[in-house]
């Protein structure tokens, strides 16, 4: 499984809606099982991004999936990030030569 980092922004629905925030949250989890994607975190923050998520999920075709799904809703914007743990980078640099 592939680590992934969802920066999330409320839309102006979303904000209107924001005592609900921790429920679309649940829902969102459930959602992502559909894609076989476990959410690990999610952390509402301070700033520019409102809700941080961690994903792992098989493939970034599942994650794209998944965010379109998310994003129809209307309640966020997403910017989606792939993440390597030190490991993983280490074999990504082994082929630079």
């Known amino acids: 499984m592939a680590t992934y980092i969802v920066l ?3 839309t102006e629905q979303g904000a209107r809606a924001i005592k609900d925030t921790t429920k679309r949250a649940d ?5 992502a099982k559909k894609f ?3 959410p690990k975190e999610f952390y509402w923050t301070m700033g520019a991004v409102d809700v941080v998520v961690i994903l792992d999920a098989p493939d970034d075709a599942a994650v794209t ?3 379109m799904s998310v994003a129809s809703l209307g309640n966020v914007r997403t910017q989606t990030m792939r993440a390597f743990t030190r490991d993983e980078l280490g074999k990504v640099l082994t082929k630079l030569g």
Request: proline letters at 0%; zero cysteines.
């Open 65 to 67: 999936a998944f965010s």
């Open 27 to 31: 829902a969102v989890r459930e959602m």
């Open 36 to 38: 076989g994607i476990t």
């Open 8 to 10: 999330s922004t409320f």
